[in-house]
């Protein structure tokens, strides 16, 4: 099955400074890429999403890029702010539409 | 924020007690989702259900069981809670075809 790997587990940013974090996986198969913010007692919220026929997706400040080949996907944040601080979670869709998730990012933004 | 919505939000129990969880989605979604979210922030999905069919069960001992009793429903019981049962339960949603799951609020459970 699908196993997808997420890192850091921590990170801390500057406001203002970017922020990246990294996942892989592990199944050729997985056509499907979304990543999760999750705040403090909160449910995760969906942010971005890429699909593999595409490289790259952006969305205002926050980009998502996807080497297929690599099999590895990155979360990139720019100019953040202290609403940005939460865990991130990458996620690939594996066959009958089972979500399987990194192990989570939690993201610091220090004022 | 009420599209896919759980009750109860927390629930606090004995060990070896008998609970349910329910999820509700005002969506007309197709399929629903159940996810544990364990003390690291974990998350893990548990079942899933299409059209009240169940579709996806990973290796979850059977004292869970998941009921369908229409599309816009999918509840959780749990039998004989142990303390390693304490999570928050995540329940989501997704338009069949499509890939975007929405989750709803969470159940966060504690066993005593």
């Known amino acids: 099955g699908e196993n997808v790997e997420q890192h850091p587990s921590t990170l801390s940013v500057q406001e203002g400074d970017s ?3 990294k996942c892989t996986y592990s199944d050729s198969a997985s056509n499907y890429f979304p990543w999760y913010k999750q705040e403090l007692g909160k449910r995760p919220q969906l942010i971005i999403d890429i699909r593999s026929n595409v490289g790259e997706k952006k969305d205002q400040r926050i980009a998502v890029t996807l080497n297929k080949t690599a099999k590895h996907f990155s979360l990139h944040i720019t100019e953040t702010q ?6 991130y979670f990458c996620a690939a869709v594996q066959g009958a539409q089972k979500l399987v998730f ?3 990012t939690r993201l610091t933004i220090n004022p | 924020d009420t599209a896919v919505s759980q009750t109860p939000k927390y629930l606090v129990t004995q060990m070896g007690n008998d609970k349910s969880i329910k999820c509700e989605q005002n969506l007309g979604h197709d399929t629903m989702y159940w996810y544990k ?3 690291k922030k ?4 548990m079942f899933s259900y299409n059209n009240k069919e169940l579709i996806i069960n990973e290796t979850v001992p059977n004292r869970f069981s998941p009921k369908s009793p229409d599309k816009a429903h999918l509840n959780l019981h749990i039998n004989s809670l142990e303390l390693g049962d304490s999570a928050v339960y995540f329940c989501a949603t997704k338009i069949g075809g499509t890939d975007t799951q929405y989750f709803g609020p969470g159940t966060r459970l504690t066993v005593l």
């Open chain 2, 37 to 39: 979210q364990d003390s």
């Open chain 2, 42 to 45: 974990f998350l893990k999905i």
């Open chain 1, 102 to 104: 990194g192990q989570g």
């Open chain 1, 82 to 87: 202290p609403e940005d601080s939460a865990v």
């Open chain 1, 19 to 21: 922020a990246v974090i």
